[in-house]
């Protein structure tokens, strides 16, 4: 039996573990608000130093980037839409395979399948996208090269941006299958009771059911495909320009970063600052696509 | 017994230090970085140098001239290739870093612009043709732009990325100041990717170092240069003699002088010298005369 004493000091020291292992979880939490918060305040700062000598007016709104060139123009529309163009042309990869990917394997394939199938997919997510950068220059190129496209040069949009859907397929996949899978069976028995056919009850009952989650889906994909670097720089191209050709070269906002930060831009010149102000634009278009996502997908978000 | 035994020992070990130090086996690693231009040369020299010195690791990166130089005035290369000489601005920085290096210039190179063998009408280019094509805001944009009786063809253009010597030297003598040039071209540090985009595109002109033409003579043709003289072609006697200019340039390599003073970097530098003559002239640049390799070798 202990004593009244003993018992006080072993009920103490709970207290104190207790204390520390909360403070210890809280600190983990707090380390990572504070690295974002970190990353956000430099890129303000030397951002701030570069629009001290470039307008945002016009690194905003003029169509020329030549930032190590002379004359240097700063004009950061071309990286925008160099981003977006091959964002574009991976959605278009993407978005049909993805989901159809998924609807095929939650609704249409047997357990089997689905147990081989799928853990294929996700392979394609770890492959390293410098990988996928060396696929496209030295294998997608040549082939829409000899096969389809014979005028094609070495660095262009269209081979990264496939590349780029294919690394993204995954993502869409197996989130949007989650989500279908979620659906409730008593949905597609009513739908089947009614005499809907299989393909009915798949595109009219489970997919606008599980849209919050497929739509959440894409928005990561977009997300990712928006950050990647290697694959956009190893076979895009660095040439900003505003075209809609995608058999053009192009440059996007990451790449464009990289070859600086590679490159042999003196620190503290503007071409320094550049990585900044580019890079906190990146930042924002990534943060603006979240936002997005994230209102649709609480939109759209139905309870079961 | 114990003191019989470590005398075995301590003669047997000095007899080893002594037996590998007379048959000189240098190991160690030399990090070398810059010019792809100059890359082949390197490149050759340190494949000859490694297999006579097994265990000298000798590393080559291209990351371009300005990357080189970048590395290198901070300390992390022992050799930068250059096919340009250094900047001001970075001379500065290796002071401030307290690098102190010494120069070698260890081949000519004819700078050449090139074009698709499938191209027959280019016979020669002249220096102010060179200019208006690649100047910022050039209005080059198909063939005849440059000479009305040249097809009406979209011209595709391809050349050297900013952080590229080839590129600094090229801006400076056609356009006129150093990083002036139209940005619309396909551009890449890797020379090899430019002859594959050449080779493969019968409305290409592009410019890199001479050597990547010389091992891809199947696969392009070089355009003779008319500076105001008549057309010249690049070839070992046209650079010596001085006659194809403006874009014959010396090549070089910097040497970090505390580098210098490990054994296996002055076998190599000492290697380099030697055999230069004769590695510059296989991999198809134009060696200098040998009394200048001669020279660099006193400055060891």
């Given amino acids: 039996m202990q004593s009244?004493?003993?018992?006080?000091?072993?009920?103490?020291?709970?207290?104190?573990?207790?204390?520390?292992?909360?403070?210890?979880?809280?600190?983990?939490?707090?380390?990572?608000?504070?690295?974002?918060?970190?990353i956000l305040a430099v890129l303000l700062f030397e951002a701030a130093g570069f629009f001290q000598t470039v307008s945002i007016i016009e690194f905003f709104t003029t169509t020329v980037w030549t930032p190590l060139f002379q004359p240097q123009h700063f004009g950061v529309l071309p990286l925008i839409w160099g981003t977006v163009l091959v964002t574009l042309i991976a959605l278009t990869v993407a978005v049909p395979i993805g989901l159809g990917s998924a609807i095929f394997l939650s609704e249409y394939a047997p357990d089997q399948l689905r147990r081989v199938v799928k853990p294929i997919l996700e392979i394609l997510a770890g492959v390293p996208s410098?990988?996928?950068?060396?696929?496209?220059?030295?294998?997608?190129?040549?082939?829409?090269?000899?096969?389809?496209?014979?005028?094609?040069?070495?660095?262009?949009?269209?081979?990264?941006?496939?590349?780029?859907?294919?690394?993204?397929?995954?993502?869409?996949?197996?989130?949007s299958e989650d989500a279908m899978?979620?659906?409730?069976?008593?949905?597609?028995?009513?739908?089947?009771?009614?005499?809907?056919?299989?393909?009915?009850?798949?595109?009219?009952?489970?997919?606008?059911?599980?849209?919050?989650?497929?739509?959440?889906s894409f928005i990561l994909a977009i997300s990712r495909a928006v950050g990647e670097t290697m694959i956009v720089s190893m076979a895009g191209g660095s040439t900003p320009k505003l075209t809609l050709n995608?058999?053009?070269?192009?440059?996007?906002?990451?790449?464009?970063?990289?070859q600086i930060s590679l490159g042999e831009a003196p620190y503290g010149s503007i071409e320094y600052r550049t990585i900044f102000s580019v890079g906190i634009t990146l930042f924002a278009l990534t943060f603006a696509v979240n936002l997005i996502g994230q209102w649709v997908a609480k939109r759209f978000w139905k309870r079961y | 017994m114990l003191a019989v035994a470590v005398v075995a020992v301590v003669s047997l070990s000095l007899s080893y230090w002594y037996y590998t130090s007379a048959t000189q086996k240098l190991s160690g690693t030399i990090e070398i970085d810059g010019s792809s231009t100059v890359f082949p040369i390197t490149q050759a020299v340190a494949e000859e140098f490694q297999k006579s010195n097994?265990?000298?690791?000798?590393?080559?990166?291209?990351?371009?001239?300005g990357g080189g130089f970048k590395r290198f005035t901070k300390g992390e290369t022992d050799i930068?290739?250059?096919?340009?000489?250094?900047?001001?601005?970075?001379?500065?920085?290796?002071?401030?870093?307290?690098?102190?290096?010494?120069?070698?210039?260890?081949?000519?190179?004819?700078?050449?612009?090139?074009v698709n063998p499938s191209n027959t009408w280019v016979d020669y280019m002249t220096t102010q043709e060179l200019n208006l094509t690649w100047r910022p805001g050039s209005p080059v944009d198909s063939w005849n732009d440059i000479r009305p009786e040249w097809p009406n063809q979209p011209i595709h253009l391809y050349g050297?990325?900013?952080?590229?010597?080839?590129?600094?030297?090229?801006?400076?003598?056609?356009?006129?100041e150093v990083d002036a040039s139209r940005p619309d071209y396909t551009a890449s540090e890797d020379d090899n990717v430019l002859v594959q985009g050449i080779a493969g595109d019968p409305n290409a002109l592009g410019y890199f170092g001479y050597a990547y033409y010389a091992e891809n003579t199947d696969k392009l043709?070089?355009?003779?240069?008319?500076?105001?003289?008549?057309?010249?072609?690049?070839?070992?006697?046209?650079?010596?003699?001085?006659?194809?200019?403006?874009?014959?340039?010396?090549?070089?390599?910097?040497?970090?002088?505390?580098?210098?003073?490990?054994?296996?970097?002055?076998?190599?530098?000492?290697?380099?010298?030697?055999n230069a003559e004769q590695l510059v002239a296989e991999v198809g640049y134009t060696p200098l005369p040998a009394s200048v390799y001669q020279e660099n070798l006193t400055k060891l």
């Fill in chain 2, 160 to 176: 050297p990325g900013t952080d590229s010597g080839t590129f600094d030297y090229f801006t400076e003598v056609i356009v006129g």
């Fill in chain 2, 54 to 65: 097994p265990d000298v690791r000798v590393n080559v990166g291209i990351s371009g001239t």
């Fill in chain 2, 221 to 274: 043709k070089v355009v003779p240069i008319d500076s105001g003289s008549g057309p010249v072609i690049p070839s070992d006697q046209t650079i010596n003699a001085g006659q194809y200019t403006p874009l014959s340039r010396p090549l070089f390599i910097y040497v970090n002088k505390e580098s210098l003073k490990r054994s296996e970097v002055k076998a190599f530098v000492k290697f380099y010298m030697e």
């Fill in chain 2, 80 to 114: 930068s290739d250059a096919s340009r000489p250094i900047k001001d601005s970075e001379a500065q920085t290796a002071a401030q870093n307290g690098i102190e290096y010494t120069v070698f210039q260890v081949a000519l190179d004819g700078l050449s612009v090139v």
């Fill in chain 1, 130 to 175: 410098v990988v996928y950068g060396y696929f496209a220059l030295t294998f997608v190129t040549p082939f829409l090269k000899q096969n389809f496209l014979p005028d094609m040069i070495v660095f262009n949009a269209l081979s990264a941006g496939v590349v780029l859907g294919i690394m993204i397929i995954p993502m869409i996949s197996s989130l």
């Fill in chain 1, 4 to 38: 009244n004493n003993e018992l006080e000091a072993k009920k103490k020291v709970q207290r104190i573990r207790e204390w520390i292992i909360e403070k210890a979880l809280f600190a983990s939490a707090i380390v990572s608000i504070f690295t974002t918060l970190a």
């Fill in chain 1, 181 to 216: 899978l979620a659906v409730p069976q008593s949905f597609r028995e009513g739908a089947y009771a009614l005499g809907a056919r299989k393909h009915e009850v798949a595109l009219k009952i489970v997919v606008p059911s599980a849209l919050s989650g497929i739509v959440a």
């Fill in chain 1, 246 to 258: 995608p058999l053009e070269s192009i440059q996007t906002m990451t790449a464009y970063i990289a």
